[in-house]
């Protein structure tokens, strides 16, 4: 069941308890799922982008993309549960993240999408690509492997984690020189991370779990980009490197004095290139080129 946003709740003839944000006869749109009602929005019409965020934010990190991309495409951005407004109430975490976004697909009757993933939102999105397929028209996946481990993955991931051992996604969920470049842009990403509830770290440690099988990543049959900021220390070009080496046909994008947000840290090139790339997949006409600035 979803909630459909900012409408009468007398109207829809939902019941009082399923007013959830907002002024009173209001409702939020939320997607009912086992242990936790998925928050997400959507705004403009076209073909769909669905946006999946990192553990560092949640649906309102996109707002750099999505007002662009509205404009000439149906944009639904989501909480991940455990982020942002989708509280669960206990049962699986990272687990069911994968089955929550096809559920949201089936739920707003999205029959392919354009899956953009930050992050975290890269094990979602990319074990929505194996698993549904035929539902995915292009995969971006942005300082992301998705889990995906190989023999020449290996060893520079090991490594990335060694040297960010003990730190903090304040310090590494963003280049730290975009403190003075643009230090209103890092405060907003600060705010906004800040908006997560709390819980369990332990969850985050589920996604090295649920890596997926090299062979059948390597056998995608959907367009496939890769995008990562030249000083990433979680995720660094050199992973990302092999990921698009392993999926032939693939897409690599670099964008240099930037960290693990190249989407929110740079997002006038971080659109562009998104754009180029779904017209290329034949998704969609792009965004104007004003648009991108």
Not at 55 to 65: F, K, R, T, V, Y
Not at 149 to 166: F, H, M, Q, S, V
Not at 188 to 215: K, V
Request: aromatic share 8%; net charge negative; glycine share 12%.
């Amino acid at each position: 069941m979803r909630h459909s946003p900012l409408r009468r709740a007398d109207s829809l003839g939902v019941a009082s308890g399923s007013v959830r944000v907002g002024e009173p006869g209001l409702v939020m749109p939320f997607l009912e799922r086992p242990n936790c009602e998925i928050f997400f929005e959507e705004t403009g019409s076209g073909p769909a982008i669905i946006f999946a965020h990192g553990a560092g934010g949640n649906h309102l990190s996109w707002w750099q993309q999505v007002p662009v991309f509205a404009d000439s495409y149906r944009c639904v951005a989501f909480d991940h549960r455990g982020w942002g407004r989708s509280i669960p109430t206990g049962g699986p975490g990272p687990a069911a993240f994968v089955d929550d976004l096809i559920a949201l697909l089936d739920e707003l009757r999205i029959e392919r999408a354009a899956l953009v993933a930050q992050s975290m939102g890269g094990w979602t999105c990319l074990g929505a690509a194996l698993q549904a397929p035929e539902r995915v028209a292009a995969l971006v996946m942005a300082d992301t492997a998705g889990g995906l481990i190989t023999d020449a993955i290996r060893g520079p991931w090991e490594e990335a984690r060694k040297r960010t051992e003990g730190q903090g996604l304040d310090v590494l969920a963003y280049d730290q020189s975009l403190r003075q470049r643009d230090p209103a842009l890092a405060f907003l990403y600060d705010e906004i991370m800040a908006m997560n509830p709390p819980r369990d770290p332990a969850l985050r440690g589920l996604l090295g779990e649920l890596g997926p099988d090299p062979d059948a990543v390597a056998n995608l049959p959907m367009p496939v980009l890769w995008v990562v900021g030249g000083n990433d220390p979680l995720i660094p070009p050199l992973v990302m490197r092999a990921a698009h080496d392993h999926v032939p046909g693939s897409q690599y994008f670099e964008v240099p004095a930037t960290g693990h947000s190249v989407y929110f840290e740079r997002a006038a090139e971080f659109n562009g290139q998104l754009s180029r790339f779904l017209v290329d997949a034949g998704w969609g006409n792009g965004i104007s080129a004003g648009a991108r600035d």
